[in-house]
């Protein structure tokens, strides 16, 4: 069996709960125990079918328990439901619902059985089935209360075929006979025990349905070695004087019965709407019984997840799990992150991209990237001054382009003096001699040794100064602005003498909407 719940408020829905209903599936079918506002809505968010409700079980007869009957039954006869549908809760359900469909003036094409039980009985099995039987019992509450017990019958053993066969049962009917737990007798008169051939039972499981009440005998009588009981914690011990005043149980009273009861997982619901965070609740359940669970809203209950897994799956998303004390939601408690009680994250501002073309004015320190004709560091455009020269590459170290140079070392323009004395095409040292001059071109357009007219590719200190004088210009004028902007920003932020005078609205103007 696999239990969902649909709402786990009390009272009074609020933004992240709806009013009290749980859904248990089985082998196809849905039973729904109790009936709040927005029930079919949920059911059918949760991935259950509406059409698969036969049974619906009303503990008592307060609104947030049994207001969404109404609109359930409506949305079944749209449906065009043909099956009969059972309803089981406190006398007084039958005509509140024939009520509420005459006046929507609802005629149902179906048949509703109802099971009324009056104030004053102490138990009853109120549905039987071969494979499974609900009982109820009376709670402890302001009017009558009703408690509910699903349980699953024990399922045989199973049938150890090979010895069977070897005492002599051949056919299916004895098969069957056995392990309904009858002795066969034989042809010979021999008679076979259904204890030495089929193994021991199964036990079935158990859903226990506790809601508003006072700690009370039946609610242990009910819970008795369940697989899950689902009990009401509407409030903390600190509210005990209210909760006994309202007929409730605090979630202390809950891990009590669970530990009397011997249950094998307590599941706690119905929480007040002035607890924002349910494990204030689950914290104090758990010091009595630790394997408590917080029910929530659409996360499935499984009793056998091995084989129950992936069956139900939420149409929507499910409120995540989140642990006692843990961190909230971004932006929970200020800007330092520190909502929701955990430890708090702090980041660094980004620079603004602005900014950067500041650093390459600095003398001396850090890399320049924008005003790059500055001193120390790796300098790119200006690179006529110190450490490596690339374009101005004629002073000490090794030359590249101004290669005819007496320094030591291989020379690579200046190679062997070839074709010096005129005749032929000179490549290297090609100033002398008739035929095309490339490196020590005099006239015209110069290349290499572009020092005189023309156009200088290789000694161009003196343009890139000017360059290097208008990249500082532009940085000064990004700094005034910079400066203007922030000196404007603060004369708002201290003079404010201009702004209108607003009239704070009276509370009374908000009731229109």
């Known amino acids: 069996m696999i239990i969902v719940p649909l709402g786990v408020a009390s009272a009074t829905p609020t933004a992240k709960r709806h009013l009290s209903s749980t859904a248990l599936w089985r082998d196809g079918s849905v039973y729904l125990f109790d009936c709040g506002e ?87 099995i109120i549905l039987d089935d071969p494979e499974f039987y609900v009982e109820a019992r009376p709670l402890e509450h302001k009017s009558l209360c009703i408690g509910y017990r699903f349980q699953e019958k024990d399922k045989p053993g199973k049938v150890d075929a090979k010895k069977a066969e070897e005492l002599g049962i051949t056919n299916d009917a004895q098969f069957k006979t056995l392990k309904a737990g009858e002795d066969v007798t034989l042809e010979d008169g021999t008679v076979v025990h259904s204890a030495d051939i089929v193994g021991e039972p199964k036990k079935g499981d158990s859903f226990a349905y506790v809601t508003d009440t006072l700690f009370s005998v039946n609610s242990l009588k009910l819970a008795y070695k369940a697989s899950v009981l689902y009990h009401e914690a509407t409030f903390d011990q600190n509210l005990k004087d209210k909760a006994e005043e309202t007929y409730h149980s605090t979630a202390e009273d809950a891990a009590t019965i669970a530990q009397k ?26 010091k009595i019984f630790p394997d408590t669970w917080v029910a929530t809203e659409l996360r499935p209950i499984m009793t056998d997840p091995e084989h129950e897994r992936g069956i139900i799956k939420a149409k929507i998303p499910i409120e995540p799990i989140q642990k006692p004390g843990g961190r909230g939601g971004r932006n929970q408690g200020g800007g330092n992150r520190r909502g929701g009680g955990g430890k708090g994250k702090y980041f660094r501002p980004r620079k603004r991209f602005d900014d950067r073309g500041d650093r390459g004015g600095r003398s001396g320190g850090g890399r320049g990237y924008d005003n790059r004709g500055g001193g120390g560091g790796r300098s790119y455009d200006n690179r006529g001054g110190g450490g490596r020269s690339y374009d101005n590459r004629g002073s000490g170290g090794r030359s590249y382009d101004n290669r005819g140079s007496s320094g030591g070392g291989r020379s690579y323009d200046n190679r062997d003096n070839r074709g010096s004395s005129g005749g032929g095409r000179d490549y290297d ?74 009239p704070r609205a009276p509370f009374d103007d908000f009731d229109r909407f």
């Open 261 to 286: 009861a011997e249950v094998q997982r307590l599941v706690i619901t119905h929480f007040s709407a002035r607890y924002t965070n349910q494990f204030v609740l689950l914290k104090e359940a758990r």
């Open 38 to 124: 927005n029930a079919q809505m949920r059911a059918l968010q949760a991935g259950l079918k509406r059409s698969k409700i036969d049974h619906i079980f009303i503990s008592h007869m307060d609104g947030d328990h049994f207001f969404g009957l109404p609109g359930l039954v409506s949305t079944m006869q749209l449906q065009r439901r043909e099956n009969n549908l059972y309803i089981y809760g406190p006398e007084g359900l039958k005509e509140f619902l024939a009520a509420s469909l005459k006046a929507a003036g609802i005629e149902l094409m179906f048949e509703i059985i109802f099971k009324e039980l009056k104030d004053g009985f102490e138990h009853e």
């Open 429 to 502: 040292n090609r100033n002398t001699g008739g035929g095309r001059d490339y490196d020590n071109r005099g006239g015209g357009r110069d290349y290499d040794n572009r020092g005189s007219g023309g156009r200088d590719f290789d000694n161009r200190d003196r343009r890139s100064d000017s360059r290097d004088d208008r990249y500082d210009n532009r940085n000064r004028d990004q700094q005034n602005r910079d400066r203007d902007r922030s000196n404007k920003d603060s004369d708002k932020d201290n003079d404010q003498s201009n702004l209108p005078i607003k």
